[in-house]
């Protein structure tokens, strides 16, 4: 008997989607076999994205729908065309961010900075998961398609919400500290409508967002001494953890802070 594909029949939005981590999951979601709204602030790249994805999966079905996260009525445009494409969702992968690559500390952190970082990472997440729950509490379990009722929220948090971080992010932690709390508290308010969230903490990982930080050999080497496996993640191994917490073999996690740090916060 074949393997099902873990997300097969499913429907499933990813923010972020042009780039770094969101494109990697975007890849393995179709790959999984579920239907793909990808959607990013950057349009040429989130288009040239969903080719990618339907070229390397040419049986798949995947859309591009530009929308800047910090504006709800562009992420409610984004369900509604997850729901007018495809007829329901079932996984909202709220995962677009953003880190400013400058010294950001106590006394140099601008004001402006802080309140982009703010609204894009935590008040973007916000509008996704309420966008979600709107749509997702119409899903109907339909067993014999492997669709079980309510959905799948993957709010993407960091370790640097978990332990202090060296190199000074402080709007960027304070945000990623929002966004575990606001994902806890939806876990719990949400558990009876079937509707899971759950947090994903990656740790440091190979995108433009790391690279364009780490900009100089002292940086990158004051972080990577925090790395016991002595590099940095792949965008794709977070990619694969992102499709276990989306699909029904999590069907029992739920509001956890889902650490994929290579150990990170282990280390002492
Ligand atoms: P990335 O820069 O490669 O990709 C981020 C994507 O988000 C880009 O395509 C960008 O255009 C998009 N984006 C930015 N602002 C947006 C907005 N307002 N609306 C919609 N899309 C927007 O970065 P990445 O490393 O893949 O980051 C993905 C997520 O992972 C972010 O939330 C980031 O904070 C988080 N994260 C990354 C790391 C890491 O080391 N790379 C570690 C922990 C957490």
């Known amino acids: 008997m074949a393997a099902r594909l873990r997300l097969q029949n499913k429907v499933a ?9 969101g494109l990697e999951t975007s890849l393995q979601f ?24 339907l070229k390397n999966f040419p049986t ?3 859309i591009a729908v530009k929308a800047d996260v910090s504006k709800e009525a562009e992420v409610a445009a984004v369900v509604d065309a997850a729901v007018a494409k495809f007829g329901r ?5 709220n995962n677009a961010g953003i880190m400013h690559p400058a010294d950001d500390d106590a006394v140099n952190t601008e004001e402006k900075i802080w309140d982009l970082t703010q609204a894009i990472n935590v008040k973007g997440v916000w509008y996704g998961c309420k966008h979600a729950v709107l749509a997702m509490r119409k899903n109907k379990a339909e067993p014999e398609k492997g669709l079980g009722i309510g959905g799948s929220v993957i709010n993407v948090a960091s370790f640097v919400c978990k ?16 966004v575990l709390a606001m994902t806890r508290e939806l876990a719990m308010v949400h558990a009876r409508e079937g509707i899971r969230f759950n947090s994903l903490c990656p740790g440091p990982i190979k995108t433009p967002l790391l690279m364009d ?16 496996m002595g590099r940095f993640g792949e ?32 280390c002492y």
């Open 13 to 21: 939005i990813v923010t972020g989607a042009a780039s770094g981590i």
């Open 30 to 53: 179709a790959a999984e076999g579920a239907r793909v709204v990808l959607s990013d602030v950057n349009e040429a790249a989130v288009q040239k994205a969903a080719e990618l994805v």
């Open 60 to 62: 798949s079905e995947a």
């Open 89 to 93: 969702l079932d996984v909202m992968f």
């Open 163 to 178: 332990v202090g971080a060296a190199t000074p992010q402080l709007a960027y932690t304070a945000s990623k500290g929002a």
């Open 213 to 228: 930080f780490l900009n100089t050999p002292e940086k990158l080497n004051r972080r990577m001494i925090h790395c016991p």
């Open 235 to 266: 965008a794709v191994e977070q990619a694969k953890s992102v499709v276990f917490l989306a699909s029904d073999d999590s069907s029992f996690v739920n509001g956890t802070d889902f650490m994929v740090d290579g150990g990170l916060i282990a």
